[in-house]
């Protein structure tokens, strides 16, 4: 481990994630539906610790009234942020090594309309949250917005020995990375073999721990096995935030904001009477046992009057991001499989599925109309939390996004031809993206040059790198099975994904 590092896991790269809740318009609409007025116009945005920089750069190419910063003490990251910003033609974005020391001390860095930090607040130490509040203290601008993400209390309780565990027996086990991985997954395993009292008597930590088995070794490197790791109580990072000069605003996952499918009427009922704003929430996370917050901060909160509120809402546009069938009428919740009305939720998604549509539009559609807007409110709510709906841009300027994001699509569709990295397409519709997996980014890119034989195309790039197919979590050996599977997978890609596409104007 390298001192500059500080204790961070440097050895292998960060997953190259998109984070919608990142996009400027999320943490807008989240900052809309707690009643807050958010920045709006040409903003500045800064990025705390952007990793991969991929949320970054699609930031910028979908969203060129945002001016967009991103910093990360990784050079290895910055390097290939920037190559792909290179690639993707995107001049709206400065990507800089550097620290949160270095950022602070930096007298010409400006101020922000947004500041942003994902899977960063747990995995430092305490000198550098307090580097964090500092920049977010004297950088964000007045009415500006701050998201802050991080692993809660009590959620975590129950698996934070887990986590010690890992900790310690890859430092013990010395060697690569990854061969420490492993043996911290071996260690755990044969504890639960064996009854462990930990596992029996925390019996959550089990799901953790076969969730865990499935996901990435660079993932469960960056989560599980830095020096500096703590969970927080909602409250505790709030009053560090008031310190700052920020105040709370909610949640940016908007299905977390609506009660009724959250807590059952006593659990409402018990909340409501308690009168201070954080203890409500501390107990509200005590009730759900949250292990993890998506926080916004405000610096000045100006309230909405019902009537502002109602006319920016009436103004907001809503698009589906997923083929209508593809849509689940049921969710899961704190409170179990909840169904999804019919009567609501099966206009909304068809209104949704024609084009992008304003909530002015949407309340003026016929089996719409009668409903009301607090139940279109929460159905919207739900399915923008689900993924299903995204929060859509103003049509004015989606050409000039769309140059944007054609140039950045481009650059993922050539990345296709030799790994499946990079898996998300950038949307001048949403000013975010959605993901898109390599067979169906090598089928767009077989279309964009006019290929006759789309699998023979596909397959080539496969066999060129040496490389096969998954299925059922299993490598296809031979090259019948391969080109059966991309034909399996073809038949979706054009009936559900492709009017996704277009919908979303990403082709």
């Not at 909602?234 to 008031?242: A, G, H, K, L, Q």
């Not at 009730?287 to 917050?293: D, V």
């Not at 898996?423 to 077989?446: E, K, M, N, Y």
């Not at 031979?478 to 034909?487: G, T």
């Amino acid at each position: 481990m390298t001192e500059w590092s500080d204790g961070y896991v440097t050895e292998v790269g960060y997953t190259h994630g998109f984070y919608r809740e990142l996009v400027p318009l999320s943490l807008q609409l989240a900052a809309l539906n707690a009643g807050v007025k958010p920045p709006t116009g040409r903003l500045r945005y800064l990025e705390l610790g952007c990793g991969q920089g991929l949320s970054a750069n699609i930031i910028a190419a979908a969203n060129p009234d945002v001016a967009v910063t991103a910093i990360d003490f990784n050079p290895a990251h910055i390097v290939g942020a920037r190559d792909l910003a290179r690639l993707a033609r995107n001049e709206r974005i400065d990507l800089r090594e550097a620290s949160f020391a270095d950022l602070a001390a930096d007298p010409g860095l400006g101020d922000f309309d947004i500041i942003a930090l994902h899977g960063i607040y747990s995995w430092v130490s305490s000198e550098n949250r307090a580097l964090i509040r500092d920049i977010a203290r004297k950088r964000l601008k007045t009415g500006g917005l701050l998201y802050v993400s991080y692993n809660a209390l009590p959620g975590w309780a129950a698996a934070a020995p887990l986590r010690r565990l890992f900790t310690e027996t890859a430092a013990l086990k010395g060697g690569p990375l990854f061969e420490r991985i492993d043996a911290s997954l071996d260690l755990a395993k044969r504890l639960q073999a064996v009854e462990a009292r930990y596992f029996s008597q925390a019996p959550t930590v089990g799901g953790r721990l076969e969730g865990l088995a499935k996901q990435q070794k660079a993932y469960i490197a960056h989560e599980y096995l830095n020096a500096e790791w703590a969970p927080f109580y909602c409250t505790d990072v709030r009053r560090d935030f008031e310190g700052a000069k920020l105040s709370y605003v909610g949640q940016v996952q908007l299905s977390d904001q609506v009660d009724a499918i959250n807590f059952t009427a006593e659990q409402r009922t018990l909340l409501a009477e308690i009168k201070d704003a954080a203890f409500r929430d501390l107990v509200a996370d005590m009730i759900l046992n949250r292990p993890f917050r998506r926080d916004l901060f405000v610096r000045g909160r100006l309230a909405l009057d019902p009537a502002q509120l109602f006319e920016a809402w009436a103004a907001q546009r809503f698009v589906l991001a997923t083929a209508p069938q593809s849509v689940s009428r049921s969710i899961t919740t704190p409170l179990g499989t909840v169904g999804l009305q019919e009567a609501i939720y099966d206009p909304l998604i068809e209104a949704l599925a024609e084009r992008p549509k304003t909530v002015r539009e949407l309340m003026s559609t016929r089996a719409l109309a009668t409903i009301g807007w607090p139940r279109l409110n929460q159905a919207l709510l739900v399915l923008t939390g689900q993924g299903a709906v995204n929060p859509a841009l103003p049509q004015e300027g989606e050409e000039a996004r769309a140059v944007g994001t054609a140039h950045f699509n481009d650059a993922v569709l050539n990345a296709a031809r030799h790994n499946g990295q990079l898996s998300f397409l950038a949307s001048p519709v949403t000013g975010g993206a959605i993901a898109v997996d390599r067979i169906s980014q090598l089928a767009l890119l077989a279309r964009r040059e006019k290929a006759e034989a789309v699998v023979d195309f596909i397959w080539s790039a496969f066999a060129a790198q040496g490389q096969r197919l998954l299925k059922d979590g299993e490598p296809l050996q031979d090259e019948a099975s391969n080109r059966a599977e991309i034909e399996a997978r073809l038949s979706a890609f054009h009936n559900t994904l492709m009017p996704t596409l277009a919908r979303l104007r990403i082709i």
